[in-house]
C-alpha cells in the first residue's frame, strides 16, 4: 500500500488534518467541537500516515513517541483541572474563568459576541487534556494493530 | 426552490444514499468494499447530523466511523485471510 | 419455516418503526423545554463559554465525561493488553 500517489496524497493531507484536529481542540470553547471531537481528527490524521507508510519507517518513528505517557498525562491533567475546584468550591467548578489568569483567563462577555481565545478558564485546560488523551488512545490502538501485522504479508 | 424544499430533498437524498451503501456494505463478499461501502455510510451519517445542526456529533462521526474505524478494519483483514471463505 | 418467519419480524418491526416515525414531535420542538431554555440563558454567564455544547459536557455534566475517559482508558488498555507481543520491541 505504499504506491507514489498515496505517498504524496498523504504527505499534502497529513499537515492539513493534523492543523484542523488542533483547531477543533484549542478552539472548543468558542465553536462546535471540543476535546473529543479534535483528538479523533488528529489520530485520523496520525492513522492515515500509519497506514500510507512501510512497516519499519512506522516503527523507527513511533518508538521514540512515549503515547501511554500522553494518555496517563491527560487523564491526570482533566481530574488535577477537576479538583482545583475544592479551592473553595465543589468539584468541576471553574475557578480560573474571569480571575485574571494570563492563560485562558480572560473575562467573558455575555451576549452575542465575536469569541475570544483567552476566555473560558478550566474548560479550555480540560478540552487540552481530553484532547491529547483521545488521541494517544486511539493511535495506539490503530498502532499496535499495525505493528502485530505478520512480516511476509508486507506486500499487499 | 426554497430553503423548505432543499431541506427535505436532501432528507430523500440522504435515506437513499444511507439505505444503499447499508446494502452493498451487507451483501460484497470482497470485504475491503464492504469496509469502504461502510466508510461511505459513516460519511453520508456525518452529513445527516449536520444537516439536522448537530456539527459536534457530525465531527466525531465523521473523525471515528469514517477514518479511523476503516483504518482499523482494513489492517485487521490485512492481518486475516482477504476473502470470505463459502463453504 | 423461518423464511416466513424472517418475514413475520420483519413486517412487525417495521410497523413498529413506522409508528415510531408517525409519533415523533415536530423538528426542533421537543416536549419539555425549560431545561434547554435555563442552559441557552444561562450558560454563558454560569460557565463562561460561548459553546453551550462545551459548558455542558465539561461544566454541568463533568461526571459524564469523567466516566467516559475511564471507558476510553479501559479500552485502550484492554486492547494494549490483548494485542501485545512479549518481546521488548512493541511500544504503544
Redo the contacts between chains.
Keep these: 500500500m505504499t504506491t507514489t500517489i498515496i505517498k504524496t496524497t498523504t504527505k499534502i493531507l497529513t499537515p492539513l488534518i493534523l492543523v484542523f484536529g488542533s483547531y477543533?481542540i484549542l478552539h472548543?470553547?468558542?465553536?462546535?467541537?471540543?476535546g473529543?471531537?479534535g483528538g479523533?481528527?488528529f489520530?485520523?490524521g496520525l492513522?492515515?500516515l500509519?497506514?500510507a507508510n512501510k512497516y519499519e519507517t512506522i516503527?523507527t518513528l513511533?518508538?521514540k513517541v512515549?503515547?501511554?505517557v500522553f494518555?496517563s498525562i491527560?487523564?491526570l491533567g482533566?481530574?488535577g483541572m477537576?479538583c482545583l475546584g475544592f479551592a473553595g468550591y465543589t468539584?468541576?467548578k471553574?475557578v480560573i474563568?474571569?480571575s485574571g489568569f494570563p492563560i485562558f483567563g480572560g473575562k467573558?462577555p455575555?451576549?452575542i459576541?465575536p469569541?475570544y481565545l483567552n476566555?473560558?478558564?478550566?474548560?479550555s485546560y480540560?478540552?487540552i487534556f481530553?484532547g491529547i488523551?483521545?488521541l494517544a488512545?486511539?493511535t495506539?490502538?490503530?498502532?499496535?494493530?499495525?505493528?502485530?501485522?505478520?512480516r511476509e504479508?508486507d506486500e499487499? | 426552490m426554497n430553503f423548505m424544499e432543499f431541506f427535505w430533498i436532501l432528507q430523500v437524498l440522504i435515506g437513499i444514499g444511507l439505505l444503499i451503501s447499508a446494502i452493498v456494505a451487507i451483501r460484497f463478499k470482497n470485504l475491503i468494499m464492504a469496509v469502504i461501502a461502510m466508510a461511505v455510510f459513516s460519511l453520508i451519517l456525518s452529513l445527516e447530523f449536520y444537516v439536522l445542526q448537530a456539527?459536534?456529533v457530525a465531527?466525531?462521526e465523521?473523525?471515528?466511523g469514517a477514518?479511523?474505524t476503516t483504518?482499523?478494519y482494513?489492517?485487521?483483514i490485512?492481518?486475516t485471510t482477504d476473502e470470505e471463505v463459502i463453504e | 419455516m423461518r423464511t416466513s418467519l424472517g418475514l413475520l419480524a420483519f413486517i412487525g418491526f417495521t410497523l413498529f418503526l413506522l409508528a415510531a416515525m408517525i409519533s415523533l414531535r415536530p423538528f426542533g420542538e421537543p416536549p419539555h423545554r425549560e431545561m434547554d431554555d435555563w442552559f441557552i440563558t444561562h450558560a454563558?454567564?454560569e460557565?463562561?463559554?460561548?459553546?453551550v455544547?462545551?459548558?455542558i459536557?465539561?461544566?454541568y455534566r463533568?461526571?459524564d465525561?469523567?466516566g467516559?475517559?475511564t471507558v476510553?482508558?479501559t479500552?485502550?488498555s484492554g486492547?494494549?493488553m490483548v494485542?501485545?507481543?512479549h518481546k521488548k520491541?512493541?511500544?504503544?
Design positions: 477543533i472548543g470553547h468558542l465553536t462546535p467541537g471540543g473529543f471531537q479523533a481528527v489520530a485520523s492513522a492515515l500509519i497506514v516503527k513511533f518508538e512515549p503515547l501511554s494518555e491527560g487523564a482533566f481530574l477537576a468539584f468541576f471553574n474563568a474571569n467573558t455575555v451576549g459576541n469569541g476566555t473560558g478558564g478550566t474548560l480540560m478540552n481530553v488523551k483521545v488512545g486511539l495506539s490502538i490503530v498502532l499496535i494493530f499495525f505493528l502485530i501485522m505478520r504479508r499487499w | 456539527p459536534d465531527i466525531a465523521a473523525g471515528v477514518c479511523l483504518a482499523m482494513l489492517l485487521a490485512k492481518n | 454563558q454567564i460557565a463562561s463559554a460561548n459553546n455544547v462545551t459548558s459536557v465539561f461544566d463533568g461526571f465525561t469523567l467516559e475517559a476510553l482508558f479500552a485502550v486492547v494494549l494485542l501485545r507481543r520491541e512493541v511500544k504503544g
